[in-house]
């Protein structure tokens, strides 16, 4: 199946693109999700070849890295989707595992392994459950779906649910006990989230672990 590519938007879209990460940044509302401190959800979802992953097991072996992704309509998304990938390696090095969430269905998201070249698995959040756990999830507003789908995105289908909700982009580390030792989030969803910076904090829990 062919993956939408929206590289170049509409100005329509673009602008009903703008108008949505002001609306999410005045009210706040990346406020309202998870941050360090607070207990990580011990979510258990599918990835892209149907295999279940559980949070519970990756954190029995090592700190875990959870990062959520719009999909791969949405170009910033693969941008992220391949850093993260050119990180894994060294989060791996630390006892790490990785692991990305989305709320595209399945066939989306085989689709985006394979264009953005990942290797970790790529889990399909369906109807938004666990991002709405993490505090991520939003509804998109009824301008911003109108403009979407003048230019062919489909979220209703991609998503195979009807509510248009999507994560804010997001990055998570949580270290072996399950408490959030990193949290990023950002309403701009055209921007792509650097991965690198949780590194750090894979050291001084590794060092904590020492």
Request: proline share 5%; with cysteine; hydrophobic share 45%.
């Given at each position: 199946?062919?993956?939408?590519?929206?590289?170049?938007?509409?100005?329509?879209?673009?602008?009903?693109?703008?108008?949505?990460?002001?609306?999410?940044?005045?009210?706040?509302?990346?406020?309202?999700?998870?941050?360090?401190?607070?207990?990580?959800?011990?979510?258990?979802?599918?990835?892209?070849?149907?295999?279940?992953?559980?949070?519970?097991?990756?954190?029995?072996?090592?700190?875990?890295v959870v990062e959520f992704?719009?999909?791969?309509?949405?170009?910033?998304?693969?941008?992220?989707?391949?850093?993260?990938?050119?990180?894994?390696?060294?989060?791996?090095?630390?006892?790490?595992?990785?692991?990305?969430?989305?709320?595209?269905?399945?066939?989306?998201?085989?689709?985006?392994?394979?264009?953005?070249?990942?290797?970790?698995?790529?889990?399909?959040?369906?109807?938004?459950?666990?991002?709405?756990?993490?505090?991520?999830?939003?509804?998109?507003?009824?301008?911003?779906?109108?403009?979407?789908?003048?230019?062919?995105?489909?979220?209703?289908?991609?998503?195979?649910?009807?509510?248009?909700?999507?994560?804010?982009?997001?990055?998570?580390?949580?270290?072996?006990?399950?408490?959030?030792?990193?949290?990023?989030?950002?309403?701009?969803?055209?921007?792509?989230?650097?991965?690198?910076?949780?590194?750090?904090?894979?050291?001084?829990?590794?060092?904590?672990?020492?």
């Amino acid at each position: 199946m062919r993956a939408v590519d929206r590289t170049l938007p509409s100005d329509e879209a673009a602008a009903a693109e703008s108008r949505s990460i002001a609306s999410l940044i005045a009210c706040g509302r990346a406020r309202l999700a998870l941050r360090g401190g607070d207990r990580l959800p011990l979510f258990v979802l599918t990835d892209s070849d149907g295999i279940q992953h559980s949070a519970r097991d990756a954190l029995s072996k090592g700190p875990l890295v959870v990062e959520f992704l719009l999909g791969a309509w949405n170009s910033s998304a693969c941008l992220a989707a391949s850093a993260l990938e050119s990180t894994r390696i060294a989060i791996e090095a630390y006892g790490g595992s990785v692991m990305a969430i989305s709320p595209q269905g399945a066939a989306h998201a085989r689709s985006m392994k394979r264009r953005c070249k990942t290797n970790f698995p790529l889990l399909s959040d369906a109807g938004g459950a666990i991002s709405a756990q993490f505090g991520l999830r939003w509804r998109v507003p009824a301008d911003l779906k109108e403009a979407y789908g003048r230019v062919g995105i489909d979220l209703g289908q991609i998503n195979s649910d009807e509510s248009w909700s999507l994560p804010l982009p997001a990055l998570y580390v949580a270290g072996a006990d399950g408490v959030i030792a990193y949290a990023q989030i950002d309403p701009d969803f055209r921007r792509a989230i650097d991965p690198s910076v949780l590194l750090n904090t894979l050291d001084r829990l590794c060092q904590t672990r020492g």
